[in-house]
Each structure stands twice: as structure tokens, then as C-alpha cells.
């Protein structure tokens, strides 16, 4: 199947800093990537959606000028978390489809567990 | 996106075939029906998906009802590495968002 990464794996970083989330489709084109938010014990909530070349779509209640989203290219799209603070640490997971627009699959990266201090 | 209900936990023997239930009875005719699994602390994994025939591949069994109102992922030899919370979603294709319920801890035991 197609891989996507993350990166990083991991970050801890103190309250009041900017931290940026790495989502690459490593063999194929993704013209929509997908960022989601994941809480412990909890399940998956999408929290915007980033195409190539254009603004991301952001799911009701998520904050666009804290979560910012770049999609600089067809295989790479960031999430940037400015001012972080403790609530939100989480685990950050991006997906990436396989076609654009037509019958596929959305092939997930692997998260990038975020701890602010 | 068509809501989902499954299960909220099933235990399986290792080696026997892991039947997965999910209803969506609300299933729009251009919605696909998608299955993700989430191993602890990882990304969700693809496993497959079907419209309205029943598909199969390396990893699963897809049935679909001929109403298309549930299906039934089936693990053949389910291992203990299958154990995982399970998805099932209804959506429209690739660039279409994807919802995840709850899903179905799926525990495998020796």
C-alpha cells in the first residue's frame, strides 16, 4: 500500500511555543490531505482538510490561526501549532488519499504524539 | 456521511476467523463502505472497502448485505497482531472526509 509519514514522531515542548507537524506521501501524489486529532482512549476527529495549492477547510470549533495548515505541494502538507499549551497535547495523525476525487483509499500516517509542558 | 454502529468490543480465539459486524442502515447510494483498523498508539490502517459486492483481498473479507444496510468484515485466522480497535465508515470516496465512530476492540486470545 502507499506509505505516508510523519514527522516528528514524538515532540515535548513548553507552553507558548510553536511546534510543526511533517506530512508527506512518500510514493504517490495526494492533492487532499487530512489532519486529525486523536485524545487518549478516544476516537479520531478530523480537524481540517488540506488541499494543494489552496486554503484548508477546518471542522467546526477548530481554531484555523492556531492550527495552521500549509499544503506547499502534492506530497507534502504541514500543521503547525502555534502557542501551544497543555490542552493540546494530543496525538496528531494526517491521511492522505490516493486519487483525487475518485474512488480510492486514504492511507494514514503513522501520528506524531505531541506533549506541551 | 452515513452513521455507523458496531460493537463496542469482541473477543476472538487465535486462528479462528474474526467476524466483525457494522450496521449503517442509512447508507447513501454513493457511499462506500470503508474498513481502518488502529493498532495502539499507531496511525489507522487501511484494511478495505466495497460499494455493494463483496471484495476480499490479502488482510479481509468484505460481506455487504444485498440492502447494503450492514456488512461483516471477516479476519479469516485472526493472529494476536490483529488485535486493534476496527472502523467501519461509510463515505464517498477518496476525498471525502472520513468519520470515525468508536469502532470495535477486537481482542485476539491464545
Known amino acids: 500500500g502507499a506509505v505516508v509519514s510523519q514527522h516528528p514522531s514524538r515532540v515535548i515542548c513548553k507552553s507558548g511555543t510553536s511546534v510543526k507537524i511533517e506530512c508527506r506521501s512518500l510514493?504517490?501524489?495526494?492533492?487532499?490531505m487530512f489532519w486529525y486529532r486523536q485524545f487518549p482512549k478516544k476516537s479520531l476527529m478530523l480537524m481540517a482538510t488540506s488541499n494543494e495549492g489552496s486554503k484548508a477547510t477546518y471542522e467546526q470549533g477548530v481554531e484555523k490561526d492556531k492550527f495552521l495548515i500549509n499544503h506547499a505541494s502534492l506530497t507534502l502538507s504541514t500543521l503547525t501549532v502555534t502557542s501551544a499549551h497543555p490542552e493540546d497535547s494530543s496525538f496528531y495523525i494526517c491521511?492522505?488519499?490516493?486519487?483525487?476525487?475518485?474512488?480510492?483509499?486514504?492511507?494514514f500516517g503513522p501520528g506524531t504524539r505531541l506533549l506541551v509542558l | 456521511d452515513a452513521k455507523t454502529t458496531q460493537p463496542p468490543s469482541m473477543d476472538c480465539a487465535e486462528g479462528r476467523a474474526a467476524n466483525l459486524p457494522c450496521n449503517h442502515s442509512?447508507?447513501?447510494?454513493?457511499?462506500?463502505v470503508y474498513w481502518y483498523r488502529q493498532i495502539h498508539s499507531q496511525g489507522p490502517q487501511y484494511i478495505i472497502h466495497?460499494?455493494?459486492n463483496n471484495e476480499t483481498n490479502e488482510m479481509a473479507s468484505l460481506i455487504i448485505t444485498e440492502d447494503r444496510k450492514s456488512s461483516t468484515l471477516i479476519l479469516p485466522h485472526a493472529t494476536l497482531r490483529d488485535t486493534a480497535v476496527y472502523y467501519c465508515i461509510a463515505a464517498t470516496g477518496t476525498a471525502s472526509k472520513l468519520t470515525f465512530g468508536t469502532g470495535t476492540r477486537l481482542q485476539v486470545t491464545l
Open positions: 442509512t447508507i447513501s447510494g454513493n457511499e462506500y
Open positions: 510514493d504517490f501524489q495526494a492533492t487532499t
Open positions: 466495497g460499494l455493494k
Open positions: 491521511s492522505a488519499g490516493t486519487s483525487g476525487g475518485a474512488v480510492g483509499t486514504q492511507y
